[in-house]
C-alpha cells in the first residue's frame, strides 16, 4: 500500500513512528499520525496545519493530555526494557552498539504496530486520493481521511487546539483546487 505514498507521505508516516516511540507509546494511532503531518510543514497537510496554529510542540503536548486522560501512558517501552533486563539484555548498550554500526538514531527498533483506527486512515487516504483523481497519497489525503473518519484522538487534539475539523477540511480542499489552477 505504500509505494502509492508520496516521498513527503512516507516521511510523515517515519516521523508519526518516531512520535510514538519518543512518547514511550507502543502503538501508532491517529494522534501520531497527526504529529508526523504536523512535522513534515513543507507538506500540503502541514501547510494547512500551521496555517490553522498546528504546530508539533502543542499538538504534542495536547495529545499526552488526552491519552493521559484516557489512563494512556509513555511507559510502554520502559516496560519492555525492564522485562528483557531480567532476561541479561541490556537495552541501552543495544542501543549504543546500533548508533556505532549505523550512526545516533538510524537503527530504531521494534517499530510499533498501528491502531485499528490509523490503518483506517491510511487506507481511507487512498480512497480520498482516488476520489480526487490523484495517482498518489499526498498528506493531504491522510488529513481528509483522518477527518473523514473523525472518531480519533487525531481529530481530538484539532479540537482541543480549537481547530474545526471541518474548516480544516474545506482549506485543504480550496489549496488543493488552488493548486490544479
Known amino acids: 500500500m505504500f509505494e502509492l505514498f ?10 508519526a513512528q518516531d512520535e510514538a ?21 513543507e507538506s500540503t497537510a502541514g501547510a494547512v496545519l500551521h496555517q490553522h496554529g498546528v504546530r508539533p510542540a502543542p499538538a504534542r503536548a495536547e495529545a499526552v493530555r488526552l491519552l493521559d486522560a484516557m489512563g494512556i501512558s509513555g511507559t510502554a517501552w520502559q516496560d519492555a526494557a525492564d ?19 549505523f550512526g545516533p538514531g ?18 481511507l487516504s487512498v480512497r480520498e486520493s482516488r476520489d480526487l483523481g490523484h495517482d498518489r497519497v499526498g498528506t ?10 473523525g472518531n480519533g484522538v487525531g481529530v481530538k487534539i484539532l479540537t482541543g487546539l480549537q481547530v474545526d475539523p471541518a474548516g480544516l477540511r474545506s482549506a485543504l480542499l480550496a489549496r488543493l483546487a488552488a493548486a490544479k489552477s
Request: proline share 5%; net charge negative.
Open 6 to 15: 508520496t516521498s513527503l507521505a512516507k516521511r510523515a508516516i517515519v516521523v
Open 21 to 41: 516511540m519518543a512518547l514511550g507509546h507502543d502503538f501508532i494511532g491517529t494522534e501520531h499520525l497527526l504529529l508526523g503531518m504536523a512535522g513534515v510543514p
Open 83 to 101: 522485562a528483557l533486563a531480567t532476561i541479561g539484555i541490556d537495552v541501552e548498550e543495544v542501543r549504543r552498539r546500533a548508533d556505532e554500526s
Open 106 to 123: 538510524r537503527f530504531l527498533y521494534p517499530r510499533p504496530p498501528y491502531t485499528a483506527r490509523a490503518k483506517t486512515v491510511l487506507e
Open 140 to 149: 493531504e489525503h491522510m488529513l481528509l481521511a483522518m477527518i473523514t473518519e
